[in-house]
Each structure stands twice: as C-alpha cells, then as structure tokens.
C-alpha cells in the first residue's frame, strides 16, 4: 500500500515535469534509455511519446516494479517499447544495451557515496560515447551563484528525511567528472529544476 501511494504522488508529480524533461533532453541519436529507480515510468513514457525510434527500460526495486507495469499498460506503452527490470540499483548490475541513463529526483535521495556508486555503475555499463542525464533541483552555483531561498529550503528537506541534498551543479560535475563523464552541460527546467548531462568518451 505504501509503495502505490509513493509511486502514485511521483507519478503525478512526474506529469508535471516529465513533458518539460523531453523537451530539455535531446535523444534523437539515442536507441535506448535505462530509467534508473524510474518509478512508475512517467518519465520514460514522455520521452518514448517524443522520439518513435526509442526505447526504455525501467529498472525498479519490487513491488514498485509490478506498478511501474501496470503504469506503462495504461499508457499503452508495449514491451517492445518499454520493460521493467526488477533490481536494487545499488546491489545488481544495469543492462549493458543502454546508450543513456536517466535519474530523475533519484540521486538528491541518496548520500554522496551512494550517488559515486551510481554514477560509476552507470559509467561502467553505458555504451562508448553514452550519456547519462540526472534531472532535479540543482541549484546554479557556476561563477559563485548563491541558491534562491526555496531550493535552499528543498535542500533542507531532503538532509532531513532522507540522505540526501540538492545537489548543486558544481557538485554534481565533481562526481561526474569523478566517474569518468566528460562535457557536463547544465539547463534550467521549470519550477526550479534542472538537467545536468555527461558523457562518457567515445575510446573508452
């Protein structure tokens, strides 16, 4: 019960900024995105809506994983377009086919160390020349910006009841970078979010 009222109040959320996700992100040279701790697939969905050549994978914890289903079955989303991996993102390891990964309001959740492990398995089992793609409140620290009072107060809230943090974008390219990601871009989204993307070198 408590996973379907999670994953339901994402899934409203995501209605919100999922279509602004897909405008922001550019995937018309990518075949296939792994949704990491993806939810109900709100995000997925409106991405796979806009690029017809695409296709997605949720990679979610169970039971979330059976919602994330019955989410995509409502969208009529078929399997050859969109499946749900079952998994803990933290101890099983992503599927290798993927030429993007996205996190979306994932990474704030989770401690710096637990944001490396991500980042590097992502680094580790994306494609050469793949990207990975982490959409949240990311406060715009570049050349000594202070963060507006209300992603300060966000921030706040997640150290509080999780393990996390907003992320600023300078934080975010660290760990990026720390990964092994290159060319890390930064752009604002709506309702004080934004998309941070990184790429990993075509040679490795």
Request: hydrophobic share 35%; charged share 25%.
């Amino acid at each position: 019960d408590f996973a379907d009222l999670n994953t339901r109040g994402m899934e409203e959320r995501g209605r919100i900024f999922a279509p602004d996700l897909a405008r922001l992100l550019d995937c018309a040279q990518d075949t296939a995105v792994l949704d990491v701790g993806g939810g109900s697939g709100v995000y997925s969905a409106h991405l796979l809506n806009r690029y017809p050549n695409l296709s997605a994978t949720i990679f979610e914890r169970p039971p979330v994983d059976q919602l994330a289903m019955q989410c995509l079955a409502e969208r009529k989303l078929t399997a050859a377009r969109a499946r749900v991996i079952a998994g803990d993102m933290f101890v099983d390891p992503f599927p290798d086919a993927a030429s993007l990964h996205l996190y979306s309001h994932v990474l704030h959740n989770w401690g710096p160390e637990k944001v490396r492990l991500l980042l590097d398995k992502s680094y580790r089992s994306l494609r050469p020349g793949g990207r990975v793609a982490v959409y949240s409140c990311h406060p715009d620290d570049r050349g000594g910006r202070s963060a507006p009072v209300a992603e300060a107060e966000y921030s706040v809230l997640l150290t509080t009841g999780y393990e996390g943090c907003c992320y600023s974008f300078e934080d975010m390219r660290s760990l990026m970078e720390g990964a092994g990601f290159q060319h890390v871009d930064y752009r604002k989204s709506i309702c004080n979010r934004s998309l941070i993307t990184a790429r990993k070198p075509a040679n490795s």
